[in-house]
């Protein structure tokens, strides 16, 4: 019983304990060995402790070297303090001002019910129309924000099926006797919601296991495809920002390699491989192989199908048509995707190369994305009255002035929706890799991994794969390519092998958090509406890991080799030589 109590008293105090026991634990690295490298070691340890066991906020702990790096002579506060607001950072800031300003006018909503109304509600359409649409939308808002508006809309469907399922069992014909005995009814509560079922026990224990499955199916496809969307632009998850900006840190000499255009080049048929394998997994756990019934072959739409689309429909109905502000946003988002992916396209001279004199080095992809932000701040929100003396002219009760129109986006609603703490953490992140190569880490973590070389590339990049992929689970994604990114570069070099090949890997991986509630908020919000077990989730986020790990594998060594030349040892990564 003492035992017990003294458990649970470590138990409730454990990030107390944590918090302030690691500095002291990790003591010996500075004291004891007093290097550079073993300083720097020693605050890569406490960061990653703080990151993986979050006792402290995120980025709070990313703003550790601005107090460590000085105190241990590694960098001057200066040039630490410089390695948060990069352009990576500016990058990130631009586009999630354009994917706040798509989420505030509803855009993001009125697309996915528009693809959803011409999938279909077929279980197996309308899976895969949930999984197509979410995957789009993460491409350019936060997965958090796509699976948030997203589940709200499976849930409608859902309840809607339920219903009129329910309908259909208990409805009695006119010519019976209206107080005829009701046997064998049952009561099936789900998600909160009570379904009176008059059947035959186990004809009903059949429908309420299949109803079951369909939710976890359903709320499952969402999260899973918004990990997997996010992966195929360099702003739709934090991962892909992190390999940009330890690339141009770490390999200042390299010709621009990551970029928008060629990492969607590579990362898009990637996302498109996998969705089609977690589609068809899903389908086979949740809506089993019965395809004539997934996919309505031959067969008339039910009553519960109708009026799931007829909860689509009214969905759509409901937003109105398209007003002068939503289609300003799209139009400045097309603008945007267009600017990026013609900056420098790789395979012809992009127009950076071609308006600047062929220094594409004056103009990034930060640049389109802050440009493009900012015309968000300008542009009106409603049509311009060009004619403002003939509408005061011909108008028969003059209109009251209700000041200035109000620009597509404000500075109110981008600070409530912006996540700031992102940009500390990938500033921390960068700070992090600078110190790693002042202090010389770098380098010595590169010689301790020499032997490696004898290893096949292929091979190094699934272990990699397998590692942060199971890494991933417990801590944050940005984190892990954060902690890892650096490592596997200077590996790279010591083995002489293209840092991209172990590195992108190492990216991609980071965002497949498939098997916990808690490995990422999109999972916890759809863990959240009570449909899923952790069992549920584990045993499908398994295969999902392998369906990643197996996509990753055939996408970095057939077309990701010709994108990226992996084949051979970049000049630019040679940076160990004087």
Known sequence: MMASHILSLIWRMKNGLILFCTPFLLLPLPLVIGTKEAGCAYVVALMAVYWCTEVLPLAITALLPVVLFPLFRIMESKDVCMQYLKDTNMLFLGGLMVAVAVEHWNLHKRIALRVLLIVGVRPALLMLGFMGVTAFLSMWISNTATTAMMVPIVQAVLEQLNNTAEQEQTSIPENEEKNTEKPNETQMVLNGHSFSIESDPEE???????????????TLCVCYAASIGGTATLTGTGPNLVLMGQMNQLFPDNPDVINFASWFGFAFP???IMLILAWLWLQIVFLGLNFRKTWGCGTVKTEKEIAAYNVIKEEHRSLGPMTFGELSVLALFVLLVVLWFTREPGFVAGWATNFFNAEKEFVTDATVAVFVAALLFVFPSKPPRLCFWRAQSFD?????DS??????????VAQKKMPWSIILLLGGGFALAKGSEVSGLSKWLGDQLSPLQSIPPWAIAIVVCLMIATFTECTSNVATATLFLPILASMSQSIHINPLYVMIPCTLSASFAFMLPVATPPNAIVFSYGYLKVSDMARTGIV?????ILSITLAINSWGRAIFSLDTFPSWANTTDV
């Open 204 to 218: 009903h224990s059949r429908d309420a296991e299949e109803k079951l499955k369909m939710c976890k199916g359903l």
């Open 270 to 272: 990637n996302m498109i």
């Open 396 to 400: 028969a009760v003059p209109q009251q």
């Open 403 to 412: 000041g200035p129109t109000p620009a597509l986006l404000t500075w109110n």
């Open 544 to 548: 999902m890991n392998i369906i990643g």
